[in-house]
C-alpha cells in the first residue's frame, strides 16, 4: 500500500456571527487532491468543519510520512492556521508546508513572513500542487520558479520570489473533485430541501466589478466548464453518490446563457428530478420568463439576487451595476412562478446613510422575498473596498488577520465618511428584526419540504437568537459599568 503523499486541511473558522448552520464540502480542497491522483500520489483531505475538530485531533489525522501537507487559509481561518503550522512541522518533519487560499493570494509575503510554511500558492492550485509533488518526488525543494503563483524564500534570500500565476483555460481539463477522501455528503449542513446534497462549480471568476470582491487574480475573465462536461460530473453525483439536489455555487451560473441552458435541458432528458438550488445568485437582466420556464422543468426550486443596496449612491460607489427596477420585475416573476426567491444585502457600505438604508429595508419588503440575507460590509485584503477604507476610513477590525466577528456577527469592521460603528450595527439589527415579521416566519415553516430544511431552519434561528441575547448582555454590561 502506497504511503500517504499529500494532505490537504480546510480549518475551524474562528469567531462569533459565522454562520454555523451552514457547511460546504472543501472543493478546492478536493480538486487539488484529485489532480494529485490522477498523477498517482496518494492523497488525504482532512476537513477540521465536519465533525469540528480540535487541533490535536487534526494533526492525529496526519501520517507523520507525508510529503506535503496544504492549509487553506481566509480571514477566518488566520488564527487557526498560525497555530497548526509549526504543530504540523513537527508532526511531519519530511513535509513541505503550503498555504492557499483568498487570504494568500491576497497578501502572499504577509502569509509568508507570518506562518510558519515553506511557501504560497496564489489563485487557482490543481497546476500548482502537481508541480509542487513533482518537485518533491524528485529530491527538488517544492518550491521554485516554475510553480504557478508561488511566493517563497529562495536559500540566502530575505526577499521573496513571487511567480506569476497561469490561469487554467480549459476547465474541462481538470479531473472532477475526489468526493471520495471526503465525509460523507450527509454530513454537511446546509438549507437542504431534498439529501444527500451536493455543491457543485461550473465556472470560475466573475465579469462584474464590485468593489467589496477581490480581482487580483480573475480580474474580470470568466473561465467556464461546458454543458456536457458539467452533466458528467452530476451524472456521476446521482449514480454514485445518490445525489438528490444540487447547489449551484458560481458566482453567476447563467452569464453564459447557452451553457445554462444546455445544462438545464439535460437535467430535463435525464429526469432526474433534483432539487437545484441556485444559490451563488443570478443578475437580474439575465432572466426572464422563458428562462425560468426551463429551469422550474430542471427542478430549480430557489434562486438569488445579489441586491446590496437599493441606494443609487452606495451602488454607484460600490461599482454595483444594477437596475433596481428590472430587478424587481424579474425577482416578482420569479415569485409568481413559484421560486423561493432570495435576496444579498450588505449593511454599511461606504455612501450609506440612514435614509438610504431605510430605502433598501422597504425595497427587501416590497419584493416580498422568501429569505433575506443581510450582512456586514467586510473590506477583504485585495478588494478595492479595502483600498479604499486604508485610504480614506478607519478600520476598526484587521480584516486581514483572523475575523473575531464574522458576517453575522453584528460588527461594524471600519468607519467611512459621516457612518458610526454603531449606527451600521443598530441598521444590521433592524433589518433582521424588521424584515422577519411573524407573517414572514410563518410562510417559510409553511414552505419546509423536508426534515433537513427544518433542522436547518431550526439551527439558523438558534443563531439569530444567541446572537440577539449576546447584544442585549452585553449592553446590560455597558449600562451596569456606567
Given at each position: 500500500?502506497?504511503e500517504?503523499?499529500a494532505?490537504f ?5 474562528g ?8 457547511a460546504y ?16 500520489f496518494?492523497?488525504?483531505?482532512v476537513d ?13 489525522r ?6 506535503l ?9 488566520y488564527?487557526a ?6 504543530r504540523?512541522r513537527?508532526r511531519c518533519?519530511g513535509?513541505?508546508v503550503a498555504?492557499?487560499g ?9 502569509a509568508l ?7 504560497v500558492v496564489?489563485?487557482?492550485g ?19 520558479r516554475?510553480?504557478s ?21 480549459d ?8 468526493y471520495?477522501?471526503?465525509p460523507?455528503?450527509t454530513a ?7 439529501s444527500p446534497?451536493a455543491?457543485?462549480i ?13 480581482k487580483d487574480?480573475f ?8 454543458a ?7 451524472d456521476?453525483l446521482?449514480?454514485?453518490y ?6 449551484i455555487?458560481?458566482d ?14 439535460g ?9 437545484v438550488n441556485?444559490q451563488?445568485g443570478v443578475r ?7 428562462l425560468?420556464?426551463k429551469m422550474?422543468?430542471?427542478g430549480v426550486?430557489?434562486?438569488a439576487f445579489g ?7 452606495v451602488?454607484k460607489?460600490a ?8 430587478l ?7 415569485k409568481?412562478?413559484?421560486f423561493?426567491?432570495?435576496g ?5 457600505l461606504?455612501?450609506?446613510t440612514?435614509?438610504g438604508?431605510n ?5 427587501a ?12 460590509a467586510?473590506?477583504?485584503v ?8 486604508e485610504k480614506?476610513?478607519r478600520?476598526?477590525?484587521?480584516t486581514?488577520?483572523n475575523i473575531?466577528?464574522?458576517f453575522?456577527g453584528?460588527r461594524a ?7 458610526t460603528?454603531g ?10 428584526r424588521?424584515f ?5 416566519k ?12 427544518l433542522?436547518w ?14 447584544e ?6 455597558e449600562?451596569?459599568?456606567k
Amino acid at each position: 500500500m502506497k504511503e500517504t503523499a499529500a494532505v490537504f486541511i480546510n480549518p475551524v473558522p474562528g469567531g462569533a456571527g459565522i454562520n454555523e448552520a451552514t457547511a460546504y464540502q472543501p472543493l478546492g480542497l478536493a480538486y487539488m487532491a484529485a489532480a494529485l491522483e490522477r498523477e498517482g500520489f496518494v492523497c488525504a483531505i482532512v476537513d477540521a468543519n465536519v465533525p469540528v475538530l480540535s487541533d490535536d485531533a487534526v494533526l492525529e489525522r496526519l501520517p507523520p510520512s507525508a510529503r506535503l501537507v496544504g492549509l487553506h487559509l481566509d480571514s477566518f481561518t488566520y488564527d487557526a492556521v498560525k497555530r497548526l503550522a509549526p504543530r504540523i512541522r513537527a508532526r511531519c518533519p519530511g513535509a513541505a508546508v503550503a498555504l492557499g487560499g483568498a487570504l494568500p493570494t491576497a497578501a502572499p509575503e504577509m502569509a509568508l513572513s507570518e506562518i510558519a510554511c515553506d511557501g504560497v500558492v496564489r489563485g487557482e492550485g490543481e497546476h500548482a500542487v502537481v508541480a509542487l509533488m513533482r518537485n518533491l518526488a524528485s529530491g527538488r525543494p517544492a518550491f521554485d520558479r516554475s510553480v504557478s503563483g508561488a511566493c517563497f524564500l529562495e536559500k540566502g534570500s530575505d526577499a521573496p520570489v513571487k511567480n506569476p500565476v497561469t490561469r487554467i483555460t480549459d476547465l474541462d481539463g481538470l479531473p472532477f473533485p475526489a468526493y471520495h477522501l471526503l465525509p460523507p455528503f450527509t454530513a454537511y449542513k446546509r438549507w437542504i430541501r431534498a439529501s444527500p446534497s451536493a455543491p457543485l462549480i461550473t465556472s470560475r471568476g466573475c465579469a462584474y466589478d464590485c468593489s467589496f470582491c477581490s480581482k487580483d487574480i480573475f480580474e474580470r475573465r470568466v473561465t467556464h466548464r461546458s454543458a456536457a462536461n458539467v452533466l458528467d460530473e452530476i451524472d456521476l453525483l446521482v449514480k454514485k453518490y445518490g445525489i438528490r439536489q444540487l447547489d449551484i455555487l458560481d458566482d453567476n451560473f447563467i452569464f453564459d446563457r447557452a451553457r445554462a441552458e444546455a445544462v438545464f435541458d439535460g437535467l430535463i432528458a435525464r429526469g432526474y428530478e433534483l432539487a437545484v438550488n441556485l444559490q451563488g445568485g443570478v443578475r437580474s437582466e439575465l432572466v426572464d420568463g422563458l428562462l425560468l420556464d426551463k429551469m422550474k422543468r430542471a427542478g430549480v426550486y430557489k434562486l438569488a439576487f445579489g441586491i446590496e443596496s437599493a441606494d443609487e449612491t452606495v451602488l454607484k460607489l460600490a461599482r454595483k451595476r444594477l437596475d433596481l427596477g428590472r430587478l424587481e420585475k424579474a425577482a416578482r416573476l420569479a415569485k409568481r412562478k413559484g421560486f423561493l426567491v432570495c435576496g444579498f444585502f450588505i449593511v454599511g457600505l461606504p455612501g450609506e446613510t440612514e435614509e438610504g438604508f431605510n430605502r433598501t429595508l422597504e425595497f427587501a419588503r416590497r419584493l416580498d422575498l422568501d429569505v433575506a440575507n443581510f450582512c456586514m460590509a467586510t473590506p477583504f485584503v485585495g478588494t478595492e473596498l479595502y483600498r479604499l477604507i486604508e485610504k480614506n476610513g478607519r478600520f476598526l477590525i484587521d480584516t486581514r488577520r483572523n475575523i473575531s466577528s464574522g458576517f453575522y456577527g453584528g460588527r461594524a469592521f471600519f468607519e467611512y465618511g459621516g457612518m458610526t460603528a454603531g449606527a451600521v450595527a443598530a441598521r444590521y439589527r433592524r433589518a433582521y428584526r424588521e424584515f422577519y415579521s411573524f407573517g414572514k416566519k410563518l410562510r417559510l415553516f409553511l414552505n419546509i419540504r423536508s426534515l433537513d430544511e427544518l433542522l436547518w431552519f431550526w439551527n439558523i434561528w438558534l443563531m439569530l437568537f444567541k446572537k440577539d441575547s449576546d447584544e442585549k448582555q452585553g449592553k446590560a454590561t455597558e449600562s451596569d459599568e456606567k
